[in-house]
């Protein structure tokens, strides 16, 4: 396997149209409902509000080869948190080793901003994925995640 060498450039608002297409593409991939105008503000909320996390552009030299987003959260087991909310590679770009330097990215990420605990989610239907997360250091923690909606935005009602 190559060693990727990518860079990851924060997103800005001018970045918008280029992030909703990825999102987009990765929606498509693992079956979410996407809604555009959804994506677009929540984007808009990470650039407003960089507490919650941000969103990243993975380069592979002048190519967007992806996209990570990264948002951090309070617990009192951690006393720091931070999900890989979400992690995409186009195509062409996957199998060369990017999701291994974006995952360092993250826990660097996560430790510069004094969190103690990095977490995925991966989809069950994703085994490639699982595969990936535990060769960089991810395993089981003996509990599953599980979600409620409490306010379901409009496109997932």
């Not at 931070?82 to 590679?89: H, P, S």
């Not at 999701?99 to 977490?119: C, E, P």
Request: hydrophobic fraction near 45%; charged fraction near 25%; include cysteine.
């Amino acid at each position: 396997m190559k060693i990727a060498r990518p860079t990851f450039r924060r997103v800005t608002r001018a970045d918008l149209a280029t992030v909703t297409r990825l999102v987009k593409a990765y929606y498509a991939f693992d079956r979410i409902p996407f809604n555009a105008a959804h994506t677009q503000a929540a984007l808009l909320t990470l650039l407003r509000e960089p507490k919650r996390g941000g969103v990243w552009l993975i380069h592979m030299g002048k190519q967007v080869a992806g996209y990570v987003c990264l948002t951090p959260c309070f617990s009192l087991e951690f006393h720091g948190e931070v999900f890989v909310d979400e992690l995409y590679f186009r195509p062409k770009f996957r199998g060369q080793g990017l999701g291994q330097a974006t995952l360092a990215f993250g826990a660097d990420w996560a430790r510069r901003n004094g969190v103690t605990a990095i977490h995925v989610i991966s989809e069950k239907e994703n085994p490639a994925a699982r595969r990936a997360y535990r060769k960089a250091g991810f395993g089981g923690a003996h509990r599953f995640l599980m979600t409620r909606l409490v306010d379901p935005p409009r496109h997932l009602r």
